[in-house]
């Protein structure tokens, strides 16, 4: 059987932690962001983690 190559566009869009979880960036923040509130681009920043039901079919993608 051939071995099972990872997804190219999932290895740029996340990062598994030290924990097992899924770590991805926030959407929405590549352009027209001055029509955004303040308060949204605030909250826009930074990382959060993949929903539980999605994890399994992202971890398929990066072969974990």
């Known amino acids: 059987m051939p071995k099972m190559k990872t997804h190219s566009s999932a290895k740029k869009r ?12 926030q ?7 001055r029509n955004k509130d303040k308060n949204t681009k605030g909250r826009l920043v930074g990382s959060t983690l993949v929903s539980e039901a999605d994890q399994k079919r992202v971890k398929r993608m990066l072969c974990q």
């Open 27 to 33: 959407a929405n923040t590549s352009h027209r962001m």
């Open 14 to 25: 996340f990062k598994i932690t030290g924990s097992g979880k899924v770590k991805r960036f």
